[in-house]
Each structure stands twice: as C-alpha cells, then as structure tokens.
T-cell receptor, first 115, second 114 residues
Framework: NAGVMQNPRHLVRRRGQEARLRCSPM?????VYWYRQLPEEGLKFMVY????????ESGMPKERFSAEFPKEGPSILRIQQVVRGDSAAYFC?????????????FGPGTRLTVT | AQKVTQAQTEISVVEKEDVTLDCVYE???????LFWYKQPPSGELVFLIR??????QNEISGRYSWNFQKSTSSFNFTITASQVVDSAVYFC???????????FGGGTRLMVKP
C-alpha cells in the first residue's frame, strides 16, 4: 500500500514563473492537507481539501496561491509568479473520510527553490 | 487560538547522554491531541507518538519516553542513551477535536556527537 506521494521532490523556478506541486493521497483517503516549512522553521498549515471542495484555507496566502483536489487525479498546489520568499518545503498529508487530524499521513515533501 | 512552543532551538549532546526536548502548548479545547515528529537530514517527517488529552500516562518506547503533564501544559520527550542516528529536528504538534489541522512548534535541532 503506497504512502502519500508528492512530486516533484525538488523544483527550481525563476522569479515570476509558476510552480505546480502534486500530491497523491494514500489509497482510500479523500482528505488532503498542505503545509509549508520555511527554512529553519516549523510547518505551517496552509489548506485542507476534500474531493472537489476547499474546507479550510485559513493558512493560504491571499494572493498567488491556490489549491485544488479534483474528483480524479492528484491534489495540486499552485503558486503563480513565484518570489524568493516562496522557497520552502511543501508537505502534503492525507486522511480517510471521517478521520480526525491525528490520522494524517505525510508525504516526503517538495522542496521549492526560487532563483 | 492554539500555540506550541519549543523553547530549545538547538541542543548538542555527546553520544550516550540522555536528552529531554521540551514542548509547551496552549489551547482552549478540552479535547486535543499532541504529537511528536522527527525530521532527519533527509527531510521527511517521521511520526513518533500521538497522545490524547484524556490520557496522561507516560509512555516509553525503547529509548524514547514521553512525559505529558496537563497541569503545566507540557509534553516533553526524552531520549535515553542518545545515538548519532538520533540527530534530527524534532517537532511537537497539537490538534483539537473539532479542527483538522496540526499546529507545529518551531522545532528543536538535536545534534548527537560521537
């Protein structure tokens, strides 16, 4: 049973480009969470999605960031017009329907570097 | 609002020493969950333990032990006879019953020297 998959593992973008980060949840999981870890800091919650719905986006920056979790396919975290401050590790976690947050399983993360 | 504080940003010990990592939390919820995660140099997050607010029993797993004290809102983590492979960043985290997000502390970087 594969765990949470994230790709790419490393992503380099120039300032102004778009970054797309993908997360495939564990089999049977329909809830996805995105967290960001800035250098030398802890993880900060960004957004919580269920299939085709954004449930809580209280941690998302107001501009340039968006997330989706379509009926088919992985969840996508999209960052438009990236800036150097977006350089961070982005972690995805998933849980099954009806589970509490303590049953979140984390992926290996995507390390975004903006040059 | 929830908050997790790990006051020790960095700890350095010599192999075989015992080390305790502190975690203090704030929450208004009566039901909540506390976690510890390990982040080795490779970067992934490794789940270590979950504890719910109704269970104040201390737990021991091999060289690892956890001390949950509701009266002081602390959930400290002790590594006995530390090893070089324990070198990592350790995160304490909190979630509450009605919510679905984890609130992380800033992490403690542990360096175990041979």
């Amino acid at each position: 049973n594969a765990g949470v998959m994230q790709n790419p593992r490393h992503l380099v973008r120039r300032r102004g480009q778009e970054a797309r980060l993908r997360c495939s949840p564990m089999k049977g999981h329909s809830h996805v969470y995105w967290y960001r870890q800035l250098p030398e800091e802890g993880l900060k919650f960004m957004v919580y999605l269920q299939k085709e719905n954004i449930i809580d986006e209280s941690g998302m920056p107001k501009e340039r960031f968006s997330a989706e979790f379509p009926k088919e396919g992985p969840s996508i975290l999209r960052i438009q017009q990236v800036v150097r401050g977006d350089s961070a590790a982005y972690f995805c976690a998933s849980s099954r329907p009806g589970a509490s947050s303590y049953e979140q399983y984390f992926g290996p993360g995507t390390r975004l570097t903006v040059t | 609002a929830q908050k997790v504080t790990q006051a020790q940003t960095e700890i350095s010990v010599v192999e075989k020493e015992d080390v305790t990592l502190d975690c203090v939390y704030e929450t208004r919820d009566t039901t909540y969950y506390l976690f510890w995660y390990k982040q080795p140099p490779s970067g992934e997050l490794v789940f270590l333990i979950r504890r719910n607010s109704f269970d104040e029993q201390n737990e021991i797993s091999g060289r690892y032990s956890w001390n949950f004290q509701k009266s002081t809102s602390s959930f400290n983590f002790t590594i006995t006879a530390s090893q070089v492979v324990d070198s990592a960043v350790y995160f304490c985290a909190l979630s509450y019953n009605a919510g679905n997000m984890l609130t992380f502390g800033g992490g403690t970087r542990l360096m175990v020297k041979p």
